[in-house]
């Protein structure tokens, strides 16, 4: 098959390769067909894509367009933020395909650690027959088909109700705001299910993944206490509508030694102890 192949200019700074580790990005679609993308030394972006249609996906997949330099223009000197909004500059979260495969990682990975998160996610995709999930094949999967991929009874309903009765695909050309309430009144989807529709499928930075086990994690090891899911949203509601940026940023730089304070063998005694408090 014959690729389209553009040379694309970045808005802001942006670095792939802080997101890739090999320099070179690839992605099957929906479709079934596979974009490429790399970035030259003159900073510019190469994609290779089946047509133009794949060709503006993958650019918003590669968040291209989303200029992020205010967001490290105004954090850099912040105290938390501050060490990996410098370090990281260019960095940005890729996104997925549909909305439809960043709501049924929404849903796996509600309440669990994130590897069986992806286990589960694996599982529905085989189900599906595809490598990327479309509203269609969920929506023809059976909650039961759905609960023998390890997904609870709950989740599996939320994720057959949503499929079915809303256009998720067509969230994206909604005002966000508005998608993002819409989504916090459907049963069983909370603020970390939106935080990861919003980041992964829809492309917003202004939604964080409150209550994330990692951020939970970060904060304990801060606050020297195993913390509840609302302070994560606390730490976070100063940076506005970078929020889920932010949060993204800090998870990366705390694996890198950026976040001031922040001591993983910390996080891991007030869990222990936590535990044991239960």
Do not use: N
């Amino acid at each position: 098959m014959a690729m389209l192949e553009a040379v694309l200019t970045p808005r802001g700074p942006y670095r792939l390769g802080l997101v890739v580790r090999s320099g070179a990005w690839t992605a099957e679609l929906a479709d079934g067909t596979v974009s490429h993308a790399w970035q030259r030394t003159d900073g510019r972006v190469v994609v290779r894509a089946a047509g133009e249609e794949q060709l503006e996906l993958a650019r918003f997949m590669l968040a291209l367009d989303d200029d992020t330099a205010e967001f490290h223009r105004r954090f850099a000197s912040d105290p938390l933020v501050g060490p990996s909004a410098r370090a990281l500059t260019g960095w940005r979260p890729l996104r997925l395909p549909t909305v439809a495969h960043a709501t049924l990682r929404a849903v796996c990975g509600q309440l669990v650690e994130s590897w069986r998160a992806r286990r589960i996610e694996r599982a529905v995709l085989r189900r599906c027959g595809r490598a990327v999930a479309t509203q269609q094949a969920l929506a023809r999967l059976a909650p039961a088909e759905l609960r023998a991929c390890e997904l609870s009874a709950g989740r599996a309903a939320t994720l057959t109700r949503l499929c079915r009765s809303t256009d998720l695909e067509g969230l994206r050309s909604r005002p966000g705001q508005a998608v993002c309430a819409r989504l916090l009144h459907e049963r069983g989807i909370g603020p970390w299910s939106v935080g990861v529709i919003a980041l992964e499928g829809l492309g917003r930075y202004d939604r964080a993944l409150v209550g994330d086990l990692g951020l939970i994690k970060l904060v304990s090891s801060l606050r020297g206490r195993w913390v509840e899911a609302w302070e994560t949203a606390e730490v976070l509601e100063p940076y506005r509508e970078w929020q889920g940026l932010a949060g993204e940023m800090l998870l990366l730089g705390w694996t890198r030694g950026l976040v001031p304070g922040a001591d993983p063998d910390v996080a891991r005694r007030t869990r222990l102890r936590a535990r044991r408090a239960a």
